[in-house]
Nanobody, 124 residues
Framework: QVQLVESGGGLVQPGGSLRLSCAAS????????MNWYRQAPGNERDLVAG???????NYADSVKGRFTISRDNAKNTVYLQMNSLKPEDTGVYYC??????????????????WGQGTQVTVSS
């Protein structure tokens, strides 16, 4: 059974920092692409940052220069370091794992797994 367990969320003042962690089990973590999504109240779930199995990273424009995604394959964990936090960074942060092209469903799509989310609130 696949499990993605996020931790590290909380309440922080504007300008502060948080580090989110997502521990994965039930998958061959090192071959999965990993992503962090954010969902603010009333909004859709948007991609914040991603890291491929090869270590390439990408970021939403709104977080470039402030957030850093990284992974530790030995610990089956992906991290999101968030600095210079702003009120608009508030939301529920979800960890997402995407299977490699070699692992596809019967319908021909890659598997997507999600964590339960962790709340981040940036407020003074």
């Amino acid at each position: 059974q696949v499990q993605l367990v996020e931790s590290g969320g909380g309440l922080v003042q504007p300008g502060g920092s948080l580090r989110l962690s997502c521990a994965a089990s039930g998958i061959s973590f090192s071959i999965y692409d990993m992503n962090w999504y954010r969902q603010a109240p009333g909004n859709e779930r948007d991609l914040v940052a991603g890291i491929t199995r090869g270590g390439s990273t990408n970021y939403a424009d709104s977080v470039k220069g402030r957030f850093t995604i990284s992974r530790d394959n030995a610990k089956n964990t992906v991290y999101l370091q968030m600095n210079s936090l702003k009120p608009e960074d508030t939301g529920v942060y979800y960890c997402n794992a995407v299977s490699p092209p070699s692992i596809m469903s019967i319908g021909g799509s890659r598997y997507n797994y999600w964590g339960q989310g962790t709340q981040v609130t940036v407020s003074s």
